[in-house]
Structures are given as C-alpha cells and as structure tokens.
Nanobody
Framework: QVQLVESGGGLVQAGDSLRLSCAVS????????MGWFRQAPGKEREFVAS????????DYADSVKGRFSVSRDNTKRRVYLQMNSLKPEDTAVYYC????????????WGQGTQVTVSS
C-alpha cells in the first residue's frame, strides 16, 4: 500500500515558476518508478514527466521539455516537479503517481493539486 500526497500548486502568472512536491508513504520508496500527470478541464489526463527508481533516468512530454524538471529525493521519500516558464495551457490538476507493481503502469495515485496560470 502506497499513499501519495501532492502539494505546491497555486495561482501564478505566465512566465512564473512553481515546484510541486509529492510525499510518499508506505512501501519502500526506492522500489518503483514515479510519474507526474495532469488533467485540464474537459480534457483527458496526460503524462507530464517520470523518473526511474534511482532518479537517473527521466522522461518528459514534448509540451514541457526544457521547462519542467522532475527529481526525487529517496531519503525524504519525495518526488518533485519544477515548473518554469509556465504558460496558461499548463493550467490543470497535477497528479503524482507510482508504478508500485513494476509492470510499467501507474497504479497508485495522489489526490492532485491545482495549478492555474493566468495570462
């Protein structure tokens, strides 16, 4: 059993930065890959970024490459999403997720944190 709690969302202006944090409790944190997803109003949830067990490999959606950075601190059991040069189209609820089963699918999810970017 894994519990994920996101924080750090808010209302910012275009061009600003935010750092989201995901606190993880439960099963050994270094056992699974972690990801960030987002869902905008009226749209499907989409992949944003991911990091492997050790944090040595990351992956990003094309829409955020060069602006967002994902990292993890295994000693603090946290995953971060640094978001720079935010755009209004980044407005969404952001979710932290874990691939606990190790089968390549994300099976544990947080409750989400709202990010709103005004123009």
């Amino acid at each position: 059993q894994v519990q994920l709690v996101e924080s750090g969302g808010g209302l910012v202006q275009a061009g600003d930065s935010l750092r989201l944090s995901c606190a993880v409790s439960g099963r050994t944190f270094t056992s699974y890959d972690m990801g960030w997803f987002r869902q905008a109003p009226g749209k499907e949830r989409e992949f944003v970024a991911s990091t492997n067990l050790s944090g040595t490999r990351t992956d990003y959606a094309d829409s955020v490459k060069g602006r967002f950075s994902v990292s993890r601190d295994n000693t603090k059991r946290r995953v971060y999403l640094q978001m720079n040069s935010l755009k209004p189209e980044d407005t969404a609820v952001y979710y932290c997720a874990a691939d606990v089963s190790g089968d390549g699918s994300y099976d544990s999810w947080g409750q989400g944190t709202q990010v709103t970017v005004s123009s």
